[in-house]
């Protein structure tokens, strides 16, 4: 499958302007061997003029950093093998141990690490997570490392993930993977119902509308399912031109256009268009799609492999939104510590360098399904666009367009908490939306 025109227009209009880094640009910046050569961008135009080094061979024992992950296990543990093996062979002079805990448990493991000052030199943040390591200074500061890097290019990654790993505009951290969320849907429900199929640009009002035919259809299918808490009520807040916090930093979560977003997700369960817990009955969302139940999901692209033994025809198109686009944009990072001393920051700098913009880690990454690289070179995803299911795959790419990162505080998990019990009071008739979001911002407004 060949990249489009569309498609390359797409990423020109989100910046997506400049070509990866290539694999030598990845290598050790020390080296006293340097070549200075010009790349391409993805339009055809000249991009700035970069030098690459080769290592020297290294005359002392190599460099050992430790490597700290939750996205790796345990699916990715053999990429993660080969593109070690990849900077090490360029690298000589650094060795890379892995460590690896589950997402559950990784978070809690690492703030134990940095408060016993065995911290790992390098580590993977997810994007939630990372203001809040970064403003109790356990992040070092990428600036001075960067800076003597002449091969690094910031502009060849997505520069909405770039700038999310920088605060205050100090980078700490460098972006490595992201992912989406999109509208799944089963193309044979659709046919029973005698409905068209969802189009990247329907809006709320298409897809409830659809949601109520299939569910009108019998008792053993339901319309559409996405979940009620504040991972969707974020989302679907600012598709319908609302945010938890204004520019002035005040927080707004109980503005008409947040109570509506959150009633609006409400009365699908209340409607009886979606399933309530119970009757899911301990069932999670992608077995009752599997299974042929939900005509309609709400999920992210990290089940196009579970799903791609479905017994049905299934496709997915870039989530609806009301008065504005908006499709989750989940992102991981990797940072440097800085308790590390200053040779190890550098060789983890090297390694993360490597890991997020070289050609051989983006590549083993995409071969993997391991997420997608936060790059620029659209070539780097011929060959993910031509894997089906699904076959609009191209709306992946499409959806960056208008992405919603979530919206973080130094207390993140407190708040996830607060707001994800009111939500769930309001879900059960406990409380109005309304009551349970002027809630909320007396919670938030506490923790700010």
């Known amino acids: 499958m060949r990249i489009t025109r569309r498609l390359l227009v797409l990423l020109s209009v989100l910046a997506l302007v400049a070509a990866a880094c290539s694999s030598t640009n990845a290598d050790d910046t020390t080296s006293t061997t340097q070549a200075a050569t010009t790349t391409e961008a993805p339009g055809g135009s000249e991009s700035e003029t970069t030098t690459t080094t ?85 992040l070092a500061d ?62 709320w009002t298409e897809e409830r509308a659809a949601a109520e035919t299939i569910a009108a259809t019998g008792d053993d299918v339901w319309g559409f399912f996405a979940g009620v ?60 799609f599997l299974n042929g ?25 870039v989530e609806p939104g009301n008065t504005q686009g908006g499709s989750h944009f989940f992102a991981n990072g990797v940072a440097v510590s800085s308790a590390s001393d200053a040779e190890k920051q550098e060789a983890a700098y090297r390694w993360l360098r490597f890991f997020t913009s070289s050609d051989e880690a983006a590549k083993i990454r995409v071969g993997a399904s391991w997420e997608l690289p936060t790059l620029t070179d659209p070539g780097l995803y011929e060959d993910y666009l031509a894997i089906e299911p699904p076959a609009n795959r191209e709306a992946v790419l499409k959806s960056l367009e208008n992405v919603v990162v979530p919206p973080v505080i130094e207390r993140q998990a407190e708040m996830q908490d607060a707001l994800n019990a009111l939500i769930e009071r309001a879900l059960n008739g406990e409380m109005t939306a309304q009551e349970a979001l002027d809630e909320a911002k007396i919670e938030i407004e506490g923790l700010l």
């Open 142 to 203: 990428l600036g001075p490392l960067t800076n003597a890097d002449q091969g690094f290019n910031g502009a060849a990654y997505y520069q909405p993930a770039f700038d999310a790993f920088a605060v205050g505009g100090t980078q700490y951290a460098l972006p490595e993977s992201y992912s989406t969320v999109m509208l799944f849907f089963n193309k044979d429900i659709f046919d029973t119902a005698g409905i068209d199929y969802p189009t990247d640009d329907w809006t």
């Open 54 to 138: 080769t290592p020297p061979p290294p005359d002392k024992d190599p460099i050992t950093i430790r490597y700290s992950t939750f996205s790796a296990a345990p699916d990715n543990l053999d990429a993660l093998d080969a593109m070690i093996a990849a900077f090490e062979a360029a690298n000589p002079d650094v060795k890379v141990e892995v460590e690896t805990a589950p997402f559950d448990d990784y978070f809690t493991l690492l703030q134990t690490q940095v408060a016993g000052n065995d911290a790992p030199d390098a580590f993977e943040l997810n994007f939630e997570s990372f203001v809040t390591f970064a403003t109790k200074g356990t």
């Open 293 to 317: 139940e939900l005509g309609m999901l709400t999920t992210g692209i990290w089940m196009f492999g579970a799903f791609e033994g479905a017994d049905f025809p299934w496709d997915v198109v």
């Open 229 to 288: 808490h504040y991972w969707e009520f974020y989302k679907a807040a600012w598709q319908n031109g609302c945010s938890f916090f204004g520019d002035d930093g005040s927080v707004q979560v109980n503005e008409p256009g947040c109570v509506d977003a959150l009633q609006f997700m409400i009365n699908y369960v209340n409607d009886g268009v979606q399933p309530t817990a119970a009757e899911m009955g301990g069932v999670s969302d992608g077995d009752m």
